[in-house]
């Protein structure tokens, strides 16, 4: 069982960046792929960006190729989402997942955290 728990959410302007956090318990986090979700208002849930257990591969969407950085620290259980020049299209609930295997796909994904509300203003 792992427990993720998020961080780092909030209200930033446009142009502005945040760095999202995912705490989890447990002794194997560096066995576990990690992903971030997001899901804005009336709109399904869609990939952000994802990380292998060892760091060494990771996956991004379109929309935030070049903006967006996963990370993950495997000595402190946390992984990471630095997010640069926002725009009011990230606006979002944002979930942080983990996995046995690095996927784009949220229902491979075994647990969940309870997700953290970022709002960009335009």
């Known amino acids: 069982q792992v427990q993720l728990v998020e961080s780092g959410g909030g209200l930033v302007q446009a142009g502005g960046s945040l760095r999202l956090s995912c705490a989890a318990s447990?002794?194997?986090?560096?066995?576990?792929?990690m992903g971030w979700f997001r899901q804005a208002p009336g709109k399904e849930r869609e990939f952000v960006a994802a990380i292998s257990g060892g760091g060494g591969t990771t996956y991004y969407a379109d929309s935030v190729k070049g903006r967006f950085t996963i990370s993950r620290d495997n000595n402190k259980n946390t992984v990471y989402l630095q997010m640069n020049s926002l725009n009011a299209e990230d606006t979002a609930d944002y979930y942080c997942?983990?996995?046995?295997?690095?996927?784009?796909?949220?229902?491979?994904?075994?647990?969940w955290g309870q997700g953290t509300q970022v709002t960009v203003s335009s």
């Open positions: 447990g002794r194997t986090f560096s066995s576990y792929a």
């Open positions: 997942a983990a996995g046995t295997r690095i996927t784009v796909v949220a229902g491979q994904y075994y647990y």
